[in-house]
């Protein structure tokens, strides 16, 4: 198959972890026998730099041409809130232009690693959920304000926006165990009544093979750590999202083995680990490829329809990680941690 992929490295870690993920592509590529294109183009802090502006328009016309995206990290010091032009606003950008409406964030306990988190072992069985992140609108979105000594920052939601998420978390439920659990803040908020309502009715009418149950964010911050393994489909707003996904990946062991999808209506999709930008240990051979690696697997899945090869990338990473491969910041004490680029290695050597 031949498909044209933009790689986004950014900042901080993200140069380090895409180039081991390029490492795992490309032996897939050989493999298989596919021809992937592979263009890097400047984005976040390191287009700031370079052209002043975080999504320059080659990066945004060379994302929009291609099949995937493929994406590190952004962000650091050097642009922090106080900064004239932040990278933020070119990844809330990016999503908005590519359509990617909808963030899978799948977590799940790799056997390696049920000890590296800090709950007990015996809560981390049957982890298995995969959160449906909207990713395009509310409150990320909303006007934003500055006037005098008040700040404002609106959430919006339309049933339409509404009703497209619920979509592709019932479909995606229909491939698990077809229970949905839509979290929001509906005893205080009026978009989360819209949204509770709408997902509900959508479920209902169009999926009546799944069930929906509806959670308030506060108490779903709190199952999320009590009973994980109770969780199969999460669907939730942008904000909610983002720190729910948080917290969910402490359940993984680490930030550094996630990966996630946001994907749209066509195959395009935007990969990217769900970590960030790590500032404190870039270029240090310090970060952890896994996320990225395994988000080159949900591109292929997703974007190029190629099962084969994601569930073979998973496979090796499952396989490293159980030969006792790790990184630093899931090293046991006493082990001596791998590199990045050795860790890179450790899922190579499992792939062959
Ligand atoms: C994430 C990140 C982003 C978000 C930031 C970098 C804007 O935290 O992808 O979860 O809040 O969406
Ligand atoms: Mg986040």
């Known amino acids: 198959m031949k498909a044209n992929i933009a790689v986004l490295p950014g900042d901080g870690i993200g140069p380090e972890v895409v180039a081991e993920a390029l ?15 592979l263009t890097s183009f400047d984005f976040g802090g390191a287009a700031i730099d370079a052209h002043g502006d975080g999504l320059p328009a080659a990066t945004l016309a060379g994302c929009l041409a291609a099949d995937a995206v493929l994406l590190g990290a952004i962000g650091g010091p050097k642009w ?23 963030n899978l964030r799948p977590i799940t306990v790799l056997p ?7 709950l007990k072992p015996e809560v981390l069985d049957g982890v298995d959920m995969l959160f449906v992140r909207e990713l ?16 404002t920052d609106e959430c919006a939601y339309t049933v339409g926006e509404v009703e497209r998420v619920t979509r592709v978390a019932g479909r995606l439920a229909r491939t698990r165990r077809r229970k949905i659990t839509q979290v929001d803040k509906s005893n205080v908020l009026e978009t989360s009544r819209l949204w509770r309502a709408v997902s509900e009715r959508v479920i209902r009418e169009e999926f009546p093979d799944c069930s929906i149950e509806h959670m308030l964010v506060d ?47 066509g195959r395009r999709g935007l990969y990217e680990p769900i970590h960030g930008s790590a500032p404190d240990i870039a270029g240090r051979g310090l ?15 997703h974007s190029l329809g190629l099962e084969t090869e994601a569930r073979e990338i998973e496979t090796a990473v499952a396989a490293a990680l159980g030969a006792g491969a790790r990184t630093a910041e899931i090293a046991a004490t006493g082990h001596a941690p791998l590199s990045t680029s050795k860790m890179g290695d450790a899922i190579l050597d499992a792939l062959a």
């Open 80 to 102: 922090g809130p106080t900064a004239k032009v932040r990278p933020e606003p070119a990844l809330l950008r990016l999503r908005a232009e590519l359509g990617v409406y909808a």
């Open 112 to 118: 390696a690693l049920r000890d590296a988190s800090t």
């Open 219 to 265: 108490s779903a911050a709190m199952h999320l750590i009590r009973r994980p393994a109770d969780f199969d489909v999460v669907l939730t707003e942008n904000l909610f999202g983002d720190i729910l996904t948080d917290e969910a990946s402490m359940l993984a062991g680490s930030l550094g083995v996630l990966p996630s999808a946001a994907l749209g209506d």
């Open 136 to 151: 395009t609108g509310g409150i990320y979105f909303g006007r934003k304000a500055r006037d005098g000594d008040r700040a």
């Open 287 to 301: 970060a952890n490829p896994c996320g990225t690696i395994l988000s080159t697997a949900l591109l292929l899945r």
């Open 23 to 37: 490492r795992v592509l490309h032996a897939i590529e050989r493999r298989h026998g596919h021809a992937f294109t």
